[in-house]
């Protein structure tokens, strides 16, 4: 089984996360854990149970600071079986980008410790202390690393084996190949006057074949040119 330890200030956000759709039947079945640390337990405050501090140098907002952060995630890998592979991901927009290829690298791992920074980020020295691997889900910013810990920990999971069912894992063929889906119908038949491409109920399971195949390339070429262009570049190369 494979465990995801979220280390964050907002445990409440993975909640129905954990309890819902593909993720909380996975949980449900034993396939995967999710288990959330709540980092201001281990604040050395006791007090306030502060976790944070202003910047050296200055500049706007507040950092977390690295003993409660270090704490929290030691405390985890401490409890972690002997055995276990054991990975800290840090979720920040100066990470490498998760991508599908990283999903299944990560895949690789029994436990995947995950780090969620809030207000500006960490203290860095933390950070290295953990051997943190950055990790960013995109091009944009995000109040928390919650957001981006739940999108890591669904697009991990659902490769792990049993996760989707049978019905659910046909679907996950077309993004390995680095292109988009082809479009989908379902009924009626014809819905505000539109019909369903024809061809699709023809019955020629070929034909249909071949222009789900040619739609899927459209797409990606109109887009996500990127991905048209790194397609085109494996082909030639006969990849
Ligand atoms: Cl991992 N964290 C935050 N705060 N913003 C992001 C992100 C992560 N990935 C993209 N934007």
Redesign the pocket.
């Known amino acids: 089984m494979m465990t995801f330890d979220i280390c964050t200030l907002f445990p409440e956000m993975f909640e129905t996360f954990t309890k819902t759709s593909i993720i909380g039947r996975a949980v449900a079945q034993g396939l995967i854990g999710v288990c959330t640390h709540q980092i201001r337990e281990y604040s050395a405050d006791e007090k306030h149970r502060k976790v944070d501090d202003y910047t050296y140098g200055g500049g706007a907002g507040m950092l977390m600071q690295a003993q409660p952060v270090y704490d929290c995630v030691s405390a985890v890998l401490g409890k972690a079986d002997a055995g276990d592979r054991t990975h800290v991901i840090y ?3 100066q ?1 490498r980008v ?1 991508t599908q290829e990283v999903a299944k690298e990560l895949t690789a791992y029994d436990r995947l410790v995950l780090l969620c ?1 809030h207000y500006e980020g960490v203290d860095e020295r933390a950070l290295e202390a953990l051997d943190a691997d950055g ?11 919650e ?3 739940m999108v890591l920990t669904d697009t991990v999971a659902r490769l792990l084996p049993g996760v989707l069912g049978n019905e659910e894992s046909a679907q996950t063929e077309s993004f390995d190949e680095g292109l988009l889906e082809y479009p989908q119908y379902t009924r009626p038949e014809v819905w505000m006057e539109k019909r369903v491409p024809q061809i699709l109920i023809s019955g020629d399971h070929k034909k249909v074949d071949e222009w789900r195949r040619e739609q899927a390339l459209q797409r990606t070429k109109e887009r996500r040119p990127d991905l048209y262009a790194a397609y085109q570049k494996r082909q030639e190369a006969d990849g």
């Not at 990790?135 to 690393?145: A, K």
Request: hydrophobic share 45%; no cysteine; proline share 5%.
């Open positions: 979720l920040t927009p990470g998760l920074g990790i960013s889900i995109g091009d944009y910013v995000l109040s928390g690393g957001l981006a810990a």
